[in-house]
């Protein structure tokens, strides 16, 4: 049987471990839901009255002043709530009421092939979008408007606007884009908070499945801190999985939490039949309000670079590692040569245990041993390998300066200093 090194995942930050191929595959289950054209899912009532408010943002009073006026706080929409009214309901129509004038149909035009017109363009996919500011910028998804020709908005109100891109981060699969705010009232969402996010709370997703715009469908937050494959071969952290129905056509489309906030931006589904399955990701709003301002005014967005690939470790692993049961962390398996994990001295294992980790193309993937174990990163604790990615994409850029705790041979406890790089194009492999 062959051995092979293990390709485990990479912090550049976060090696691809599931493989995307042509648009919106990845692996035969897990999609991006950018729809491609040319391929054409009982509360309990009160007792008494009950009032819900739910902040909106007020448009611009007229579209000239869109320009110049920042985005501001509308009176709050009140909901009266009868005794033995459905509150769901009324939350839902609340929410739908506040954020879909925010939430944009997206047309990706293409080339005309074998035209002669050098000017005539074909639809090759739709997304949908949210308003991110009063000068127009507009958040979707990087592969929504990939090699786009020529980009079409529709807003809810059915107007038509041209919009160009003015900025995209494959790593992060977000994307800015940009329409005349001098033609249009725009509505501006608002931002929520991750930090509030626990597992059951309620869930909707605002955008166009199947190109049917405005649709509004709810769930709950399934899970939270997933880490999903972007097509560079790295992996976005933190994500939101929900079971929301989200579809080809919501890339890009707003998550959002009872309040109406936007919580992350629907990106994926994981489905062997390219609908709903229950079971989809959003990015969340963190990494979005990172990235999107950096887009904005510099087209682009520099990740940190730690340069390292491994695994959580795991207790089973103490004996052949020569370490204890109880501690926890993240194994180091692969230093990325040339990298500033390398050239801070940080070490990889290096020698071939029977302890099998997985199957590869390449084969059986097996522990090695020598590694440093890392246990915290500037002073906060590193349970499991994700740790460090979420740190790193949360809180750092390239060039800063990352204080590493490690276990090197046994107890011996070194501090390790990195200075970030940026990351490359694609994931080393």
């Not at 092939?113 to 074909?122: E, H, K, R, V």
């Not at 997304?127 to 980009?151: C, L, P, Q």
């Not at 992350?264 to 963190?286: K, M």
């Not at 962390?329 to 990325?336: E, F, L």
């Amino acid at each position: 049987m062959r051995h092979s090194r293990v390709v485990p995942i990479l912090i550049g930050i976060l090696v691809l471990t599931l493989t995307l191929t042509g648009c919106g595959l990845i692996t035969p289950a897990v999609r991006l839901i950018g729809e491609s054209t040319t391929a054409l899912k009982d509360f309990a009532t009160p007792a008494v009255t009950e009032k819900i408010v739910i902040a909106t943002r007020a448009a611009p009073a007229t579209p000239s002043e869109a320009s110049s006026q920042p985005s501001v706080e509308a009176p709050r929409i009140a909901i009266n709530i009868p005794a033995g009214s459905d509150v769901e309901s009324e939350i839902l129509k609340a929410v739908y009421e506040k954020v879909s004038p925010s939430v944009v149909s997206i047309v990706n035009l293409a080339a005309l092939p074998d035209s002669a017109d050098p000017g005539a363009t074909i639809p090759e996919s739709q997304g949908s979008g949210f308003v991110w500011d009063a000068e127009g910028h507009i958040v979707t998804n990087d592969h929504v408007v990939r090699d786009a020709k020529a980009i079409q908005v529709t807003f809810a109100d059915g107007v038509e606007l041209p919009a160009e891109v003015v900025g995209a981060d494959p790593d992060s699969d977000l994307a800015v884009i940009k329409v005349d705010p001098a033609l249009i009232k725009l509505v501006p969402v608002e931002p929520g908070n991750v930090d509030e996010l626990k597992v059951g709370q309620r869930a909707i997703a605002i955008g166009n499945p199947f190109g049917l715009e405005g649709t509004m469908t709810s769930g709950i937050i399934s899970a939270i801190g997933r880490s999903i494959p972007a097509l560079t071969g790295f992996n976005i952290p933190l994500a939101i999985q929900t079971d929301a129905a989200i579809n080809p056509g919501n890339s890009g489309g707003p998550l959002l939490n009872d309040r109406g906030q936007v919580i992350g931006v629907n990106a994926q589904i994981r489905s062997d039949a390219r609908a709903n399955s229950g079971v989809g990701f959003a990015i969340p709003v963190n990494i979005v309000q990172r990235v999107a301002p950096a887009l904005i005014q510099e087209g682009s967005y520099p990740h940190a670079y730690l340069g390292v690939s491994g695994r959580t470790y795991s207790p089973a692993w103490a004996e052949v590692l020569g370490l204890s049961r109880e501690t926890r962390g993240a194994y180091i398996i692969d230093v990325i040569r040339g990298g500033p994990s390398e050239a801070a001295g940080l070490r990889a294992g290096t020698t071939e245990t029977k302890i099998l980790l997985g199957v590869s193309t390449d084969g059986l993937e097996y522990l090695r041993s020598g590694g440093d174990l890392v246990i915290s990163i500037d002073s906060k604790p590193v349970t499991t390998f994700d740790d460090l990615l979420m740190y790193l994409e949360s809180f750092k850029s390239p060039g800063d300066r990352v204080s590493l705790t490690v276990i090197r041979s046994g107890d011996e406890q070194k501090t390790i200093t990195v200075v970030l790089g940026q990351r490359p194009r694609r994931a080393p492999q």
